[in-house]
């Protein structure tokens, strides 16, 4: 069982920024790979930002240079460091994780958090 709590999300103004955590809870786990995922009403959700435990790195192209995706693998904490930040980066923003149950024989499952809305005005 694992459980995912987002906090950080808010309002900025076009060319702040915001700093999203993402905390993942429980216990017979282990994190193989976490990353940030965005929707807006009306749109499919989109990959914004991967991190492996390894620490290899993947973003959308409509973020590189601006965001900023890290973890602490001792915490199981993801976090995304939004700078530059732009009206089409308003979004509902879920923390995923991919993790390995360990209470038994060895199986993955992915884990969605609830949400954190990040609004960007003009």
């Known amino acids: 069982q694992v459980q995912l709590m987002e906090s950080g999300g808010g309002l900025v103004q076009a060319g702040g920024s915001l700093r999203l955590s993402c905390a993942a809870s429980g216990s017979g786990f282990v994190i193989n790979s976490m990353g940030w995922y965005r929707q807006a009403p009306g749109n499919q959700r989109e990959m914004v930002a991967t991190?492996?435990?390894?620490?290899?790195?993947n973003y959308a192209d409509s973020v590189k240079g601006r965001f900023t995706i890290s973890r602490d693998n001792a915490k199981n904490t993801m976090y995304l460091q939004m700078n530059s930040l732009k009206p089409e980066d308003t979004s509902v923003y879920y923390c995923n994780t991919i993790a390995t149950m360990t209470g038994g024989v060895y199986y993955q499952r992915i884990y969605w958090g609830q949400g954190t809305q990040v609004t960007v005005s003009s």
């Open positions: 991190i492996t435990r390894g620490g290899s790195l």
